[in-house]
């Protein structure tokens, strides 16, 4: 039901979907082009179109009260950036929890313009064992989905060229607030 949904209301907005890879149960799915608060909820209906269980990282203080149960239905994963581990240590152990997983990490980490990007997606698919699947939306020609999925390698500048080859002709709803796609710590040969 939601897949049909989801399907009428992306063509309603004018949008086509387009099919990858298929992305597998348990995965890290990179955002981008980020830019601006619209992508979050045209991802959302990627993800019931392609029967993707998509998941989302917030501050932990937004699952307290009546809002826990809401932010969890939408399948918000709660995270305590002063808890020891860190982020990737409590997302590593949100995918162990489960059986079917899509987290969504934005891998600009704002939809502002920034000069490289988070690491985070990379380490956590590479702790936790999972592919990264690439997420797109194209403002440009309207359209969006799921691109490749790949497995890391350890060998992080010929994973990025991946990743960089992919987002090469992808325009976000502001283009010229998404950033070059390269980590900042590109340079060393592997992420331990």
Known sequence: ???????????????????????????????????????????????????????????HTLFLGPMGPVMRAFGGVPVDRSRPGGMVGQLVEALA????????????????????????????????????????LDYTDKVGGFGPCFEVTGDVKKDMDIVRAFYSDKRGRHPELFGPVVLADEEVARIE
Request: aromatic content about 14%; charged content about 20%; proline content about 6%.
């Open 97 to 136: 929890r489960t059986e079917r997983m899509g987290l969504v990490v934005p891998a600009e980490g704002t939809r502002a313009w920034r000069p490289h990007w988070k690491s985070g997606f990379y380490r956590v698919a590479q702790v936790a064992g999972v592919p990264v699947s690439l997420s797109f």
């Open 1 to 59: 039901m939601r897949r049909q949904i989801a399907g009428g209301l992306l063509r309603l907005l004018g949008w086509s979907a387009v099919e990858g890879d298929p992305v597998p149960d348990r995965a890290v799915i990179v955002a981008a082009p980020h830019t601006s608060n619209w992508d979050f909820f045209l991802l959302i209906l990627f993800g019931w179109r392609f029967n993707v269980s998509l998941s989302f990282v917030a501050k």
